[in-house]
């Protein structure tokens, strides 16, 4: 049973301990800490959670094995490291973090003391998904094509002025820090890494906070294509479907949280020109919170690293810098790379054709 820890019990942090505390043999919470205690006290108290007032004073607490951070995007790279220095295993939200040097920083950090570090990227753990992986492994699909999706909602509304979501510092790229990095690291568990990104990203329904309305092109590195579509204005929705060269497959639904069913369409190839309908394939009832933290705490069971350099993780925040890139400067970028320039014609321009020479008479 690995003892933890939690760093911020809003919403999602509560969520986060509901899904594990007194249903999970792997983990259990026994600390958080929050600016103000009093505002979660009466929950903390029910969940059996001591309360600090400052992360620090919790850190140094040799009863617990592991730190989980449900805080601001901004700050996790910072307390990744604070967490590490002090030798604990580390679980945070995404985005991992806002910069791909920072991610390598904490890779880094829990690399050199041992402890494992692992991001929260729950639709991993959705049953639906790792079915569409053994498609694309066995061939049932065929071979990988293009992966489009969306991830909307009404989030831009929810938050006031003054809150830290509303900050293009906390949200860059408007729904993809919140939203569209789910979709992305479900791209990357399908389809390997991107190579180029194609992004516009703007502010249209309200005069204050972060962008509404984000949108971008992608190219994997295998040579699939990809779109996305993190829309935050609008009513709650989100979709993925895979193409591939024996047909597609379809999730999504208005809750993502909950399992997912899928929708598979498979080519007969009898008959080319039949239009079949999609099959339906239903999953046991899964908590996705539950699993990615239980795997992160056999993981620390094992002395097993999880986020390491080259992987999913530091590629996903690597992606977000180039959307963010492509979306100020209008322009294809390669992913790690700057701005790819607009490509010259290669088609030879005429000679300009001399005049001849004329005389009088």
């Known amino acids: 049973m690995i003892n933890a820890a939690i760093i911020g019990l809003g919403r999602w942090g509560q969520n986060l301990v509901n899904s594990v505390q007194g249903k999970s043999k792997q983990i259990r919470f026994?600390?958080?800490?929050?600016?103000?205690?009093?505002?979660?006290?009466?929950?903390?108290?029910?969940?059996?959670?001591?309360l600090y007032d400052d992360y620090r004073k919790m850190l140094a607490d040799p009863a617990v094995d592991a730190i989980v951070l449900a805080t601001p995007h901004s700050v996790h790279a910072e307390l990744i490291i604070a967490a590490a220095s002090a030798g604990k295993h580390v679980f945070t939200e995404k985005p991992f973090t806002m910069t791909t040097e920072s991610a390598k920083e904490a890779v880094?950090?829990?690399?050199?003391?041992?402890?494992?570090?692992?991001?929260?990227?729950?639709?991993?753990?959705?049953?639906?998904?790792?079915?569409?992986?053994?498609?694309?492994?066995?061939?049932?699909?065929?071979?990988?094509?293009?992966?489009?999706?969306?991830?909307?909602?009404?989030?831009?509304?929810?938050?006031?002025?003054?809150?830290?979501?509303?900050?293009?510092?906390?949200?860059?790229?408007?729904?993809?820090?919140?939203?569209?990095?789910?979709?992305?690291?479900?791209?990357?568990?399908?389809?390997?890494?991107v190579d180029t990104v194609y992004a516009q990203s703007f502010r249209r329904a309200l005069d204050?906070?972060?962008?509404?309305?984000?949108?971008?092109?992608?190219?994997?590195?295998?040579g699939a294509s990809g779109y996305l579509g993190t829309f935050i204005a609008t009513a709650e929705t989100w979709r993925m479907q895979v193409f591939g060269s024996n047909g597609w497959v379809e999730v999504g639904?208005?809750?993502?949280?909950?399992?997912?069913?899928?929708?598979?369409?498979?080519?007969?190839?009898?008959?080319?020109r039949e239009r079949k309908p999609p099959k339906l394939m239903?999953?046991?009832?899964?908590?996705?919170?539950?699993?990615?933290?239980?795997?992160?705490?056999?993981?620390?069971?094992?002395?097993?690293?999880?986020?390491?350099?080259?992987?999913?993780?530091?590629?996903?925040?690597?992606?977000?810098?180039a959307i963010l890139e492509s979306a100020r400067t209008a322009k294809p970028v390669k992913v790690g790379k700057r701005a790819v320039p607009a490509k010259k014609s290669t088609t030879p321009r005429k000679p300009a054709s001399k005049k001849k020479k004329t005389t009088r008479k």
């Open 30 to 50: 026994v600390a958080g800490a929050v600016r103000t205690p009093s505002k979660v006290q009466e929950y903390a108290d029910r969940q059996g959670i001591r």
């Open 208 to 222: 204050y906070g972060i962008d509404d309305t984000t949108s971008m092109l992608f190219r994997f590195k295998d």
């Open 253 to 272: 639904d208005v809750e993502h949280l909950a399992t997912w069913q899928l929708r598979v369409c498979l080519l007969n190839p009898d008959n080319l």
């Open 282 to 321: 239903s999953f046991p009832d899964t908590s996705t919170e539950r699993a990615e933290l239980e795997h992160f705490a056999k993981a620390v069971a094992r002395k097993q690293a999880l986020a390491v350099a080259g992987g999913d993780e530091i590629h996903g925040v690597t992606v977000l810098e």
């Open 108 to 193: 880094r950090a829990c690399a050199k003391k041992g402890v494992t570090l692992a991001v929260g990227y729950n639709w991993r753990f959705q049953p639906a998904l790792q079915e569409i992986r053994r498609m694309l492994d066995d061939g049932r699909l065929g071979k990988l094509l293009h992966i489009e999706g969306n991830f909307c909602g009404p989030s831009v509304y929810w938050y006031p002025k003054d809150h830290w979501r509303q900050r293009p510092d906390e949200g860059p790229g408007g729904g993809m820090t919140g939203r569209g990095v789910h979709v992305v690291d479900a791209m990357l568990y399908l389809a390997g890494h």
